[in-house]
T-cell receptor, first 115, second 115 residues
Framework: AQSVAQPEDQVKVAEGNPLTVKCTYS??????LFWYVQYPNRGLQFLLK??????LVKGSYGFEAEFNKSQTSFHLKKPSALVSDSALYFC?????????????FGTGTRLQVFP | DAGVIQSPRHEVTEMGQEVTLRCKPI?????LFWYRQTMMRGLELLIY????????DSGMPEDRFSAKMPNASFSTLKIQPSEPRDSAVYFC?????????????FGPGTRLTVL
C-alpha cells in the first residue's frame, strides 16, 4: 500500500538556523512527491514537487527538498529559517502506478521558528 | 485568477440539519477534490472528480455524505443529516491533468461546526 510518513509532529528551530522537515514514503514504482504548507486558517499551498530529474528540488520561499531513492525520503530543507515560516507542513506522494491523480498526504509537521 | 473559491467560509448548524458546501474550481482545471481536515484524523480525501465525473468516492464516510459536480465550474458537498462528529474544515482543491502531474490548488476551506 502507498503511504507517507512524517515522523515528527513538531519541529522547533531558531530564526536564522537551517531547518529540516522529514518525510519518508512507500509506493510501487517511481514516486511523485510534493510538499505543501498550511498557514493558520488557510488552505494548503503548494511549495515544490519532485517528478523526475535532479534529486534536489527548489521551490517557493527559499525551500528545497532532496529526493533520496535508496532511503525513500524527501526531506524539506531551508538554509536559514524565518519566523514567518512557522506553519504546518505536509508531504504528499503519488505513485506512477497509481493510475489516478490521488495524492496520499502525511499527517503534517508543525514548524515553529522562534526569534 | 481568483483561485479555488469555497462558500460559505464558516457554517454553524444544529445536529440533524442539512449542510451544503460549495466549490468553484480554477477555470480550465479538470480535476476536483474534496478533503476534510480534523485534529484527530488529519487530512482525508473524501471524493474526487475528473471532467465532472466522480472517480473515487471511497473516502466518503457514510451515506449521509454526497457530492455532485453538475458542470466544470461548480461542485457541492452535502451532509444530510449532519452530526456533531462532522465538525471539521472542508477543503476543495482542483488541478489540471497532464504528464507533468500538476499540483493541486486548495481553496480557503469551510469551517463546519455542528452543534
Amino acid at each position: 500500500a502507498q503511504s507517507v510518513a512524517q515522523p515528527e509532529d513538531q519541529v522547533k528551530v531558531a530564526e536564522g538556523n537551517p531547518l529540516t522537515v522529514k518525510c519518508t514514503y512507500s509506493v510501487s514504482g517511481n514516486p511523485y512527491l510534493f510538499w505543501y504548507v498550511q498557514y493558520p486558517n488557510r488552505g494548503l499551498q503548494f511549495l515544490l514537487k519532485y517528478i523526475t530529474g535532479d534529486n534536489l528540488v527548489k521551490g517557493s520561499y527559499g525551500f528545497e527538498a532532496e529526493f533520496n531513492k535508496s532511503q525513500t525520503s524527501f526531506h524539506l530543507k531551508k538554509p536559514s529559517a524565518l519566523v514567518s515560516d512557522s506553519a504546518l507542513y505536509f508531504c504528499a506522494v503519488r505513485g506512477a502506478l497509481f493510475g489516478t491523480d490521488k495524492l496520499i498526504f502525511g499527517t503534517g509537521t508543525r514548524l515553529q521558528v522562534f526569534p | 485568477d481568483a483561485g479555488v473559491i469555497q462558500s460559505p467560509r464558516h457554517e454553524v448548524t444544529e445536529m440533524g440539519q442539512e449542510v451544503t458546501l460549495r466549490c468553484k474550481p480554477i477555470s480550465g482545471h479538470d480535476y476536483l477534490f474534496w478533503y476534510r481536515q480534523t485534529m484527530m484524523r488529519g487530512l482525508e480525501l473524501l471524493i474526487y472528480f475528473n471532467n465532472n465525473v466522480p472517480i473515487d468516492d471511497s473516502g466518503m464516510p457514510e451515506d449521509r455524505f454526497s457530492a455532485k459536480m453538475p458542470n466544470a465550474s461548480f461542485s457541492t458537498l452535502k451532509i444530510q443529516p449532519s452530526e456533531p462528529r462532522d465538525s471539521a474544515v472542508y477543503f476543495c482543491a482542483s488541478s489540471l491533468s497532464g504528464s507533468s502531474y500538476n499540483e493541486q490548488f486548495f481553496g480557503p476551506g469551510t469551517r463546519l461546526t455542528v452543534l
